[in-house]
C-alpha cells in the first residue's frame, strides 16, 4: 500500500474501516521521512517517539468511540507555532533550544481532534523570506525538480505534504508564505480570513498581518483541516467570534450564480508565459462550469510591496525586541555586561535577513521618519482595502496566477533581496487587507514545473473559495504526480 495513492480524507476512511491503524500509517510516514528528507529536508525536528505514542493514544480513542476529525492522521506543523515539549525553532540560530510549555490553540485543536505531529518543518527564519533559503538549520527543495526552491516561508510544511511525509501541514501567511510554496509545490494552501484561526501560539512576525492555515493535497483535505483549526478563542484579540460553517459541505460540482472578477493588474508583461497560459486555462474551465467570468480592476496593486515592506519590517522590529539575550532563547557567552549582551546575542542569533527587515523597520518608526513611512504606508493599506471591497461589488470571488513564474534555482537570487520580495507581488495584497486566499495546483510547466491558480474572496468567505478549488481540481485531473525523490 503506497501513501503517494492516499488523501488524507482517504487515509482517514482506511483508518475508520480498520484497514489500518494509526501507527501502522505513521510509521509509514517517518519511514517516508527517513527515506528521503536527507535530501529534501522539509523537517528541523522529527519527533518519531513523540508521534508513534500519539498514534497509540489515537488507535485507542478509535476503540473507545472518540474519533476526531484528524484522529490517527499524521501531520507536521511549521517552526514557529507553538509546541508543548517539542522544540520550537522559528528557522532560527536565536531560538535553537527553545522548547515552549504550552501549545498553540491551532496545536491543541488538533490534538484534540486526535492529530499525530511527526514534526516541525523548515522555514525562512522568522518566515521572512520567499524561499526558505535564510533558514538557520538548511533549506528545504522543492520535490519537482532537483535543486530548485520550494518557496517560503512555509517551504518545508509545503514539501512535507507535496513529498508525502505527510498528510497535511499548518503553515503561516505574512504575504503569501502560505499560498506561494503550495503553489511552487503543486499542492493546496489557503490563508484564511484574518482572525479566523486564532493566533495564539504563534510567534509573530507581523502581528497585523500574520495567520495559520492549511497545506494540503486536496481542497476536500483543505475543508477538513481548516475546520478542525478554525473558531474563536477568548486568548488572541484579534479572534473574530463568528460561526465556523461547515466547509465539506460546500465542496459540490457546478459553478452557476458564481462570478469570478480578474483582475487586471495581476496580468502584466513581467508575469511569466508559461504561467499565464496554464492560469487562464484554469480560468476558462471555471467559466466552463457556469461561473460568469468579468474583468476587474485593484489599482494600488503597484503599491503592495512598498507598503507591505515598510509595515511588515515596522511590526517585526518591535515584535522581535524581546529577543535581548536575558529572558529566553540565545545568550552570547562572551559579553562582559548588559549593553553586550544585548549586542551581541543579537548580532549572532538573528541571520542577515532579520536583521536587514529590523533595521528597515526600526528606521521606518524613527523620530522624525514615523509620518513620511509608516503612517503613509498605512494610509496605502486602506487605499488596497478599498479596492478589494470595489471589486466584489462586481463579482463573488478573484482569480489570479499566485506567483510570476514557476519555481527557480536554488540560490539564484541570493544577493538580490528586491528580486526576492518582487516574487510576492501578487499575495501580499490578501494580507494589507485582511482577505482569505487559497492557491490550487491547476498545471505544470514545459519543464515539469507546478503552476498554481489563487483565489481570493471578501472576508469570510472561505466556502465559496473551497468551492470553485473543488471545481477546479474536478475538472483539470491533473497527472499522477512524478517526483524525483
Not at 196 to 205: K, N
Not at 351 to 370: D, H, P
Not at 455 to 482: A, I
Request: one cysteine or more.
Amino acid at each position: 500500500m503506497d501513501l503517494d495513492d492516499f488523501s488524507l480524507a482517504e487515509a482517514a476512511k482506511l483508518l475508520s474501516s480498520g484497514t489500518l491503524t494509526a501507527v501502522e500509517l505513521t510509521t509509514r510516514c517517518l519511514q517516508r521521512i527517513s527515506r528521503v528528507d536527507e535530501e529534501l529536508h522539509a523537517f528541523i525536528t522529527i519527533d518519531e517517539q513523540g508521534a508513534l505514542q500519539q498514534a497509540e493514544h489515537a488507535d485507542e480513542m478509535r476503540k473507545n468511540g472518540e474519533v476526531g476529525k484528524l484522529c490517527g492522521i499524521p501531520l507536521s506543523i511549521k517552526d514557529l507555532i507553538a509546541t508543548r515539549n517539542l522544540r520550537t525553532t522559528c528557522g532560527s540560530k536565536i531560538l535553537e533550544h527553545y522548547v515552549p510549555p504550552y501549545d498553540a490553540t491551532v496545536i491543541r485543536r488538533l490534538r484534540e481532534e486526535g492529530a499525530v505531529i511527526v514534526g516541525k518543518t523548515t522555514m525562512d527564519e522568522f518566515a521572512m523570506g520567499s524561499t526558505s533559503e535564510t533558514c538557520a538549520f538548511g533549506v528545504p527543495r522543492n520535490p519537482w525538480k532537483k535543486g530548485y526552491v520550494a518557496g517560503g516561508s512555509s517551504g518545508g510544511s509545503a514539501v512535507s505534504v507535496a513529498a508525502f511525509e505527510s498528510f497535511a501541514s499548518l503553515g503561516s501567511d505574512t504575504g503569501g508564505s502560505i499560498r506561494q510554496p503550495a503553489a511552487l509545490c503543486g499542492i493546496v494552501g489557503m490563508k484564511p480570513t484574518y482572525g479566523r484561526v486564532s493566533r495564539y501560539g504563534l510567534t509573530a512576525f507581523a502581528s497585523s498581518l500574520d495567520q495559520i492555515g492549511p497545506f494540503t493535497r486536496t481542497v476536500e483535505d483543505c475543508a477538513i483541516v481548516l475546520q478542525a483549526i478554525s473558531g474563536y478563542d477568548p486568548l488572541d484579540s484579534t479572534s473574530v467570534n463568528r460561526p465556523v460553517p461547515d466547509y465539506s459541505a460546500c465542496l459540490v460540482e457546478g459553478l452557476d450564480g458564481v462570478t469570478i472578477g480578474i483582475p487586471k493588474e495581476y496580468f502584466t508583461s513581467s508575469l511569466n508565459k508559461e504561467v499565464e497560459k496554464e492560469v487562464r486555462l484554469g480560468i476558462e474551465l471555471l467559466r466552463s462550469r457556469g461561473a460568469k467570468i468579468v474583468d476587474v480592476s485593484l489599482p494600488h496593486t503597484e503599491y503592495c510591496v512598498a507598503v507591505y515592506y515598510i509595515v511588515a519590517p515596522s511590526e517585526a522590529s518591535s515584535n522581535l525586541a524581546r529577543y535581548d539575550g536575558i529572558h529566553y532563547g540565545f545568550r552570547d557567552p562572551n559579553s562582559q555586561n548588559l549593553i553586550e549582551t544585548y549586542k551581541n546575542s543579537r548580532s549572532n542569533g538573528f541571520g542577515a535577513e532579520v536583521k536587514r527587515r529590523i533595521i528597515l523597520g526600526t528606521y521606518s518608526l524613527s523620530s522624525g521618519y514615523y509620518d513620511a513611512y509608516y503612517r503613509k504606508a498605512s494610509q496605502v493599506r486602506t487605499l488596497i482595502v478599498r479596492d478589494y471591497h470595489r471589486a466584489f461589488e462586481t463579482c463573488d470571488i478573484l482569480a489570479s496566477p499566485v506567483v510570476p513564474t514557476a519555481a527557480w534555482p536554488l540560490g539564484e537570487n541570493s544577493e538580490d533581496p528586491l528580486a526576492v520580495y518582487l516574487s510576492d507581488i501578487l499575495t501580499l495584497s490578501a494580507n494589507l487587507a485582511g482577505v482569505p486566499g487559497i492557491s490550487v495546483p491547476v498545471g505544470f510547466t514545459e519543464a515539469g514545473l507546478p503552476v498554481g491558480l489563487q483565489l481570493q474572496g471578501p472576508h469570510f468567505s472561505e466556502e465559496v473559495l473551497l468551492k470553485v478549488g473543488f471545481n477546479v481540481e474536478k475538472g483539470l485531473s491533473l497527472p499522477k504526480r512524478t517526483l524525483y525523490v
